[in-house]
Every structure is written in C-alpha cells, then in structure tokens.
C-alpha cells in the first residue's frame, strides 16, 4: 500500500535518501531506514523520481551499513516493477535497466545471437527505420534457399513483410533473422560483418528473467557491511600496487557461464557492448576477492578472438556482488593498456581507490609493472569522458601523457591553473590532451614507454608485400612450414583446433618479424613452440607464463625496453 504524501515532502524525503546514502559512522543507518521505509509506502509523482530512487537502492545494495539496510534494500528492489507509480510511469523509464522495462540499442552480432538464443519471443528489430529497412532487403535473399531469392527478386515485398511471411510462428522478426545469419557459410568474422553492416536498432521486451539492474547481483561473492566513511582520498597508486589481493578462484564451467551472464547482462541494461564479456570464455573465468566485499570477475576470451600478443581479459568490478563498473585489460610482457569505467549510480564515491585495485589486480595476476590508457578512454571520440574530466582525474594519481605535444599542453594548463586556481580545461584542450596515451611505471627509475605492437605487424605487412608476389595464401601457408622447421616441429595432428590457429598467426610473425630466431639454441626454439600453442590453449594464464620465461623472445618483441 502506497501512501500519498505531499509532493514537496516526497521530493525532500528522496532528496535527504541520495545525501546519506553515502555517509557512514554512528547513527547513519537508521536514518537511512527511516527514509527508506517511507519511501517504500510513497508515490512518487513521475519517472525521474522513481530512477532516482532505484539507483539509490543499487548504490545501497553494494554499500550496505548493516544487515538490516541490505535487508529494506532488497525488499525494495523486489517489490519496485510491483509499485503502482512505477505501472504507471513505465513507458517513460525505456532503457533505464530497471526491471521490466524494455531496452533499445544497436546491438552488435554476439549480443543479438544471444539474445535471440535465451529469449527469442522477447528480441525485436526496430522498424522504424527506412535505411535498415532497405539494408535488410538486399541482405535478405543471401540467407534464404535459392526458390525463395528468386520469390524476393520478383515480388520484390518490403522487407519486414518479406520477414513476417517467412518466419514461424511464435518466431520474432529478429530471431529468424539472427538464426538464418548464424547458418550462413563462413566463420563468424564473416557472420558478424554480415550482421554488423546491416546495423539495425533492437529492442528487448522484459521478461522475468531478462536482464535488469534492479536484479543483478552474484549471490554467492563475499559480503562486508560499511560501517566507517568511504575511501575519497586520493590513493598512492605505488602503495596500493604494492598490495595483493587475498584470493583467487576459478570458477567452475557452469559458474562461468552464469557470471559472463551477469557481465552481458550489466552491459546490455546500460546500453553498452564489450567484446571480452560479449565473446567470453567460460571455462576461463575467475574471481579475485579483494577484502571488504570488493573484487573482480576475470573473463577471458575465446581463443579465436584473443589479441596476437597481448593476454586479453574482460573484468566485472563487483561490490558485495553488486556490478558497479567495468573494463579490460590487454597485458604484453610488462605492459598493460587498460580501460576503466565505473557505472553511473556509483561514481564519486570510491572512483580513485577502486582504480588503484585495479592496478593492482592486474599487476599481480597478469606481470604488469607499466599501465598506460587508450586515447578513447581519456576522450578520443568518447564524450562522456571529456564531460566527466576524465585525463585530469587519471593525472592526478599520477600518469603522465607520452607524446611531446600533450606534454607541452599539459604545461600550459598548469601554469594558466597557477595563475588562477579556478581555471578548468574546456573541451577543446581535454580533446587535443586526449589524443596521446597516458603511463604509469611501478618503477620511477623506467622512462615510460608502450610495446612495440603496430611495429611488428608492419614488418609483417612489408614482408607479406614484399614476398607474395599476389599470392598471399601461399605465402602464410610457407610461413607455416617454416616456423615448423625453425621451431622442430614435425606435425600439428596433436594440436587441437584452437593450437592450430594459434600456430596459423603466429607463423608470419616468427618468420617475418622477429629476428635472428634461426641463432637461437634448439632448447629456445622448442620453447617458442610452446609458447606459441598455448595462446590456443583453455586460457591464456600458460601463455603469460611462458611469455615472461622466454627471454629471447620477449626480446625480439619488445626490445630492451
């Protein structure tokens, strides 16, 4: 039963909920309960208010003081799609992530094959559309038997009428169409391709067990009340590097497969797509306790999508099993480029110290000692960081941009900053610093420096022009027989599938990019092998390994750097 407050009251009531929802200490639980339980029995008088109140109860759930808050929290949350304000204001919250509203956007392949295998009753394409609309006819009779292309030639139907003449019945448009892509001939580079150019707009009606922000949550991660104020202070990235988390599991097949669920699931209801969660591999999957009910999901990928070099992992960022933010890590030898998000409705609170865990995390599963950021996550191309002020809150722990022209402008914004302390960067000048990478060296003494990777596939690429003459396919197979000869490799009948593949792309590199591989002992040469099929192995952890053991080659990659 809803209670109808004044509306001023309701407002003061929500606005006094966000101020303390993120103060600790004495007394601060209670009040929070206060205010929770008369808003459980308010109506709130539109759609903002309510989105207002979710994303408090999700900050909430992962930042509970006590059991009794968690215990009010969750019962909230259970009980929201059933409130009569939110009945009535459901249309307006679309693409909120709140449970039982639906979710619009551009999804990319391996999300719509997804969604179109767990709930195809539920995914539909948005018709709306007139450039989709021609792109689907021309797509259309290369996915139908030959009688009914030459049906499509001659009658020439529009394209959602061609679509809902031939799918089954109880068969959504999008799910026919995402069935017919999957059974074309190719591999699923082509398939995505095919998919991709089309680029359709999807929507996703809500179901009961269809994604939501309202329900996501991994039950069984460690759980820690917070009882003192959050940490705010600016961290000291080398200390906390410095700092090991306390455990690590793998998860099993059947836990894998349900926690890359939850990270497709937390991309989805944001909008969002990642391709380490969206072609994440199960039987890699890890989770990284952190202490204080703070920790990671680790989520390799499928070997046919891993990077040539660097070991790929996604990362779900949980609090008390609560999704709060996101990311990947691509870790060469020394290096790893990271990218880093924290999820709206947890910003501001514990950003600095949650990136500075992740440092961490990577340093110390993957070798990492050097951390540098992807223009785009600094603002190229990426305006929400350029409004969010992103490139100073990452200089301000401490990383420092590469290139000589973002060094210059960097010096001239701290002196226009010591001339008048109020001056912030305006987007222009956060765009231009954003067009260079920054780094992070655990060792003060290292220049910072990032790993030779375009280099090496341009000597493939010079290479591959140079000696095919036309004929690239017999060229690579010939790198294949070679890299055999140096490595004393007689066959690859005993590698699985996913070693061959690994073997097919790294054949061109060892022939064509690394050099004086032919010098090295028998003993180097045998391990280049291994190291080579294990980035087609379960998951990449034996391929780091051998990485950093084998001197020689992670010299001939990365120099003396």
Not at 102 to 108: D, E, N, P, S, T
Not at 351 to 374: I, N, P, Y
Not at 494 to 517: T, Y
């Amino acid at each position: 039963m809803h209670i109808r407050l004044g509306e001023s009251m309701t407002t003061r009531t929500l606005t006094a909920l966000e101020r303390s929802k993120d103060c600790y200490g004495a007394g601060c639980a209670d009040a929070k309960l206060a205010l929770l339980s008369r808003l459980a029995r308010a109506e709130l008088r539109s759609a903002r208010a309510l989105w207002r109140l979710h994303e408090a109860l999700c900050f909430l759930r992962a930042y509970p003081d006590d059991a009794r808050v968690l215990m009010q929290v969750e019962r909230m949350l259970e009980r929201f799609a059933g409130r009569a304000d939110f009945r009535r204001a459901r249309e307006a919250l679309g693409d909120t992530g709140i449970a039982r509203t639906a979710i619009r956007y551009r999804f990319f392949w391996p999300t719509v094959r997804w969604l179109a295998r767990r709930w195809p009753d539920q995914i539909e394409i948005d018709r709306s559309d007139p450039e989709v609309a021609d792109k689907l006819a021309r797509a259309l009779p290369l996915l139908l038997t030959w009688g009914e292309a030459a049906m499509l030639k001659e009658l020439d139907p529009p394209a959602f009428a061609a679509l809902d003449r031939l799918r089954a019945r109880g068969e959504s448009a999008a799910a026919f169409l995402a069935r017919r892509i999957d059974a074309m001939p190719g591999d699923a580079f082509t398939r995505e391709a095919f998919h991709d150019a089309i680029d359709a707009t999807y929507e996703l009606e809500p179901g009961a067990d269809t994604p939501s922000r309202t329900s996501a949550k991994h039950a069984a991660a460690p759980m820690a009340w917070q009882r003192e104020p959050l940490q705010r202070a600016r961290p000291d990235l080398r200390e906390e590097l410095g700092r090991k988390h306390r455990g690590v599991r793998r998860a099993s097949a059947r836990e894998g497969a349900q926690l890359i669920e939850l990270a497709r699931g937390a991309m989805l209801t944001r909008s969002r797509d990642l391709d380490a969660f969206a072609y994440g591999n199960a039987r890699d999957v890890r989770l990284v306790d952190d202490g204080s009910g703070f920790g990671f999901v680790l989520i390799g990928i499928i070997p046919a999508r891993r990077a040539l070099i660097a070991a790929t992992c996604g990362y779900l960022i949980l609090r008390n099993g609560v999704p709060i933010g996101y990311g990947e890590a691509f870790a060469s030898g020394r290096w790893a480029t990271l990218t880093f998000n924290i999820f709206v409705s947890f910003r501001g609170a514990e950003a600095g110290f949650t990136f500075a865990r992740t440092l961490a995390m990577v340093r110390h599963m993957f070798g990492a000692e050097s951390f540098s950021l992807d223009p785009y996550q600094l603002g190229k191309g990426n305006d929400e960081a350029i409004a969010s002020g992103a490139w100073w809150f990452y200089y301000q722990l401490g990383f420092r941009p590469m290139s000589a022209d973002a060094r210059r402008l960097l010096r001239r914004e701290l002196a226009r900053r010591r001339a008048d302390p109020a001056h912030r960067s305006n987007a222009a000048t956060l765009r231009a610093l954003a067009e260079s990478h920054l780094v992070f060296d655990f060792d003060r003494s290292r220049a910072p420096s990032l790993p030779p990777l375009a280099e090496l596939g341009l000597r493939i690429g010079d290479s591959l022009a140079t000696h095919a003459a036309g004929d690239r396919e017999r060229a690579l197979a010939q790198c294949g027989r070679e890299c055999m000869k140096l490595t004393g490799v007689r066959s690859l009948r005993r590698f699985s599938a996913d070693e061959r593949l690994a073997w097919q792309r790294w054949s061109p590199l060892v022939v064509f990019a690394l050099s004086g591989v032919s010098r090295w002992s028998r003993a180097e040469r045998r391990e280049l092998a291994r190291v080579i099929r294990a980035k087609g192995g379960r998951d990449e952890n034996e391929f780091i390994a051998r990485l950093a053991a084998h001197q020689k080659l992670r010299r001939a990659l990365f120099g003396k750097r």
